[in-house]
């Protein structure tokens, strides 16, 4: 007999470790992090009158405290957490701060400081996944299996290519 109703499970697809169901967790946590990060700011910037290089580093710096927190339990559901992955979060972190305030630096040149802002966030957020999911969250069983993997597909094409002239 059909279902009528949705199965009122969460979808096994959604908590699964593929990187589509990954990017759709980041982009969830992102939206909190933005909405932090964009908020503090506005008040900072806008309301306060703080300076927007320092504004952005206060605001930029509470949302990376609340990405780390999200990102290893839901997003990429890290269960022992080690000194390493907190030394390359924030290594990475400080890394997409720079870019986030060069991108927001540039933008005011050309574009209002909200307009500039977005930029920032579009372009830091991408950084931050592409780091999170290679250098923080794949953890170094993983990166050392894709590194063999890499290793073994190069040495199979360099075989092929000794047989045939």
Known sequence: MARLLPDPRPSLWLWSDNT???IL???VVGA???LTDFALFSVLAFALGVNTILANTISYS???????????RFTFQMEHRTW?????????NLLSLLISTLTLVSFELVAPTVVAKVAAIVTAS???????RIL???????????????????DGARSSKSRFP
Do not use: H, K, W
């Not at 390493?84 to 990475?92: D, K, N, P, Y």
């Not at 990166?143 to 190069?154: C, E, H, L, P, W």
């Open 62 to 72: 509470t949302g990376v405290l609340t990405s780390y927190a999200l990102n290893s």
């Open 32 to 34: 909190v992090n933005t």
């Open 25 to 27: 967790r980041f982009a």
């Open 136 to 154: 923080l969250y794949e953890g170094p069983e993983r990166r050392q299996a894709a590194i063999d993997q890499t290793s073994a597909m190069n």
């Open 20 to 22: 589509g169901s990954q």
């Open 126 to 132: 991408s950084f931050n996944f592409i780091c999170a």
């Open 84 to 92: 390493s992955s907190v030394l390359l979060f924030v290594l990475a």
